[in-house]
């Protein structure tokens, strides 16, 4: 850009050629065609009342803030131009104040949010900590904003980036793992489920031991949590008698216990603990290795029995 245009000055609003206005980061922003509408209309009525905002990148001007504002003035005839003023930062910097001019008045949706520290992380190579520096929030705030976009399946992503998905539920299915998460968002859309609906069939989803349960939560999940309880979904099986049922019901609360159990110990449970918990517990521990043996062997006899002609 001319020295000039160097020489401008954050409190300086100038005129800019909207054919000069480079929009590349137009794709942290979520297109809202009624929004850009009204726009249009309030540019006919009482003309542009605020400045766009835009910094320079390799002498040319980005925008920054100001997009609706661009697409409005580029639809109407006779407008060539927008005031605009510049901030001095650079292109991390740019998207940091995407956010920052716009948190304000709650005018950044959670997805924009996401999209916006997905590219300070994984685009520009920021630390969470130096991405929540910059946007002024937590590094857990980052971490969530993350997990929006990457813990989601492709389908999730593109219903969230159409709006057809809503970040609460999206927060929901990311507890799943990818590959189970389509069958629970077509549930979602079918069931039209509210996000607290989604989070308890998330959680008989993930304590689900076997096919049938996870079948029955995805085909019924307001009966299922009507059923639930705790957590634990018993699906009647017409092929079983009654005590047939009731073993099958004592067997999956088993193997649902055994399985947090195990997870719990592989992957949380010894750092947890205190001196005082290691000496308490010493003894149910002791007994659930010598009654899971005894179980063992008799379940082995068991299916032995079972295979028999």
Partial sequence: MMDREKRWTGDEVRPLRLERIDERLHRYRLAQPPLEKRMVQSLERYGQVSPVV??????????????????????????????????????????????????????????????????????????????????????????????????????????????LLTPALARQLTRLPRGNQSEALQTTRECSLTSRELS????????????????????????????????????????????????????????????KMQSWLRYQGRGQLQACDREALESGFERLVHEAHLTAEASGDFVKELRLP
């Fill in 200 to 259: 308890g069939v998330v959680d008989l989803l993930l304590a689900s031991s076997t096919q049938e349960q996870t079948a029955f939560v995805l085909s019924d999940p307001r009966q299922a949590l009507r059923q639930s309880g705790e957590g634990y979904v018993h699906h009647w099986d017409p092929r079983l008698s009654t005590a047939g049922n009731r073993v099958a019901k004592r067997l999956a609360l088993l193997l649902d216990g055994l399985a």
């Fill in 54 to 163: 835009i910094c320079l990148h390799e002498e040319e001007p980005v925008l920054i803030d100001g997009f609706k504002r661009l697409h409005a003035a580029r639809s109407l005839k006779g407008m060539t131009s927008l005031a605009a003023r510049r901030l001095d930062v650079d292109e991390q910097g740019a998207k940091a104040a995407i956010y920052n001019l716009n948190r304000i008045g709650g005018r950044v949706l959670e997805l924009e949010e996401s999209w916006i520290v997905h590219a300070l992380v994984r685009e520009d190579g920021l630390s969470q900590v130096e991405a929540a520096q910059l946007l002024g929030r937590h590094k857990s705030w980052v971490n969530r904003r993350l997990a929006m976009l990457e813990r989601l399946c492709e389908s999730a992503r593109e219903e969230l980036r159409l709006g």
